[in-house]
C-alpha cells in the first residue's frame, strides 16, 4: 500500500482523473459540504502483459483544509512478476504526480518514502527509503530504459 497527500488540489480536477483513469471497475464518490470520499477500483495491465491487477484507490477529501489523502492498494498480480503490486503503486503514484506538477499542486509522500529521477531517461520512481538505503544502495536498474543508475 501507498499513500500521500496532495495539499490545494483542485478536487474536480483530481475527482475526474480518478474517474476517467482509474475507475473502470467501480467507483463511488460520496460528497458532503465539508468532505468527499471516494473508492476507485481498476482491472490493470502491467508491462504489456494482460493480467489481472486490480487496483483499489481510495480518496479522502477535506474541503475547510483542501487536503486531499489518497491510498493506492495494488491486488494480484503475483503471477506475473514477484514485485508487480509495488510497481503498479508506484506508476500511480507517478502518474498522479504529473498532474500534481502540472496543476502546481503541493504532494507529501511522507518521510519514509523518496522519488528518484533516472539520468539517462527522466522516469520517475518511488521508492520507499529503506529500499534505497538496503538491497540497491548501489545501483538500480531503471524499468523503463533498462540503464543502471545510482539513487542519490
Ligand atoms: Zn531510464
Keep these: 500500500m501507498q499513500s500521500f497527500m496532495l495539499k490545494n488540489p483542485d478536487i474536480d480536477i483530481l475527482l475526474e482523473f480518478l474517474e476517467e483513469s482509474y475507475a473502470n471497475k467501480f467507483k463511488r464518490v460520496k460528497k458532503t459540504a465539508s468532505v468527499i470520499f471516494g473508492v476507485f477500483l481498476h482491472d490493470s495491465f502491467f508491462q504489456r502483459m494482460p493480467g489481472d491487477l486490480t487496483l483499489a484507490i481510495v480518496l479522502d477529501y477535506e ?20 514485485n508487480a503490486q509495488q510497481a503498479a503503486e508506484r506508476d500511480f503514484i507517478i502518474d498522479v504526480g504529473k498532474i500534481a506538477i502540472d496543476h502546481n499542486w503541493k504532494v507529501e509522500y511522507g518521510p519514509e518514502k523518496m522519488a528518484l529521477k533516472c539520468p539517462h ?17 548501489d545501483s538500480t536498474r531503471c524499468q523503463n530504459c533498462g540503464r543502471l543508475f545510482h539513487p542519490e
Design 121 to 137: 531517461c527522466k522516469a520517475q520512481y518511488v521508492y520507499l527509503a529503506e529500499e534505497v538505503k538496503g538491497s540497491f544502495a
Design 63 to 82: 474541503a475547510n483544509a483542501n487536503l486531499a489523502t489518497v491510498w493506492c492498494i495494488a491486488m494480484g498480480g503475483v503471477r506475473m512478476e514477484a
